[in-house]
């Protein structure tokens, strides 16, 4: 068993509504302020790869990936992970993760400004150290699998000369992990229950709700949920995948059951790899030990795409600059014209 490295204070939640903004979460206000938006948890001496973990609706930075008795932090406590990986620097995502703002209104402006913001948040966090080039591998629980492919989206799209930075993060992503992210976008039924289960879980006083106004908030966010997986596919065969699901049922106030079914969270497409998980969602992503129940598969995919990643992401580089030279040369012909 191991002991965290920080102390994170539990807050006790209000009783919430969609339509009610002042029932945010105190860890989207009071405790985002403790912590910036990335915080380094991990870094060896000399890292080869960055590892992004980010977490999910009514998450935190650090609580999502801790043990229930708080006692292990195994992204940056000593003997778990970085005992592991030891090539490289762990980084978590912070961001305002409000079940009522990111399953509302608004649902995908809200999702892409946060999306956006974790792009410019790396781009200028990997200047200041340097490392503009290094292989990304992301760890996403939940729907911080949604804003890494929106996010990852946006960067493939920034190809001209002064948003070259921002393209970076595209380009240096290797292999991505994702713990009970829906998926499964041709059903948008099943996005629909997936908004609807987080609702029980995070505002169980809604649970009973069937007003339009509520259905009609969850029906734009599995919508929007749905965009986000269409505009990824033409450009995930990119990246290594590990899809995992959860194989115990979560308490959803009068009920148990699967907040995201294994045929969402683990479609079987190409070239990408699936497992169970003997967690249920909230507890997909808290190992206490190195012997914990997925923790040495989530580790050994982590090490494979770590040994895998530099040589892989400097060819891209090449590729790239290849690319970006005749670019260049063409706008500079089309400007003589």
């Known amino acids: ?49 960055d590892i992004v973990a980010v977490h999910g609706i009514n998450g935190d ?14 992204l940056g406590d000593h003997g778990m992970l970085p005992s592991d990986i030891t090539n490289s620097r762990v980084l978590t995502y912070s961001y305002p993760a409000n079940v009522t703002t990111l399953f509302g209104p608004s649902c995908s402006d809200t999702i892409m400004h946060i999306a956006h913001t974790l792009v410019a948040e790396l781009v200028a966090d990997r200047e200041a150290n340097d490392a503009t080039d290094r292989p990304i591998l992301f760890l996403c629980h939940s729907l911080g699998g949604i ?8 960067s493939s ?6 948003l070259q930075h921002l393209h970076s993060i595209y380009i240096c992503t290797y292999g991505i992990i994702f713990l009970g992210t829906p998926h499964q976008g041709s059903d948008k039924a099943n996005l629909l229950k997936y908004g609807q289960r987080l609702v029980a879980i995070c505002v169980p006083s809604l649970v009973t709700d069937t007003t339009p106004k509520l259905l009609e908030a969850l029906q734009e966010g599995s919508e929007t949920l749905q965009e986000i997986t269409d505009g990824f596919a033409p450009i995930m065969q990119r990246f290594r995948i590990f899809f995992f699901w959860e194989q115990l049922k979560t308490h959803m106030g009068v009920t148990y059951d699967y907040v995201v079914s294994h045929e969402s969270a683990a479609p079987i497409l190409p070239d990408t790899e699936r497992a169970g998980l003997q967690s249920n969602h909230q507890d997909i992503c808290k190992f206490a030990s ?3 129940r997925g923790y040495k598969l989530i580790i050994a995919a982590l090490r494979r795409y770590a040994r895998e990643a530099p040589e892989a992401i400097s060819s891209r580089w090449i590729q790239e600059r290849e690319l970006m030279g005749a670019r260049r040369r063409y706008e500079a012909d089309e400007l003589l014209r």
Request: some cysteine; glycine content about 0%.
């Open 157 to 162: 799209s920034r190809t001209s000369h002064k």
């Open 290 to 292: 190195r012997n914990s």
């Open 147 to 154: 804003i890494v492919k929106r996010a990852l989206i946006y």
């Open 61 to 74: 930075a650090f609580k999502t990936f801790t043990t229930q008795d708080k006692k292990c932090f195994w």
């Open 1 to 49: 068993m191991c002991k965290m490295n920080r102390a994170l204070k539990l807050r006790r939640q209000p009783p919430a509504t969609l339509s009610d903004a002042s029932l945010m979460p105190k860890n989207n206000v009071s405790e985002l302020s403790e912590h910036p938006a990335l915080s380094e948890v991990y870094r060896s001496e000399n890292p080869t790869v």
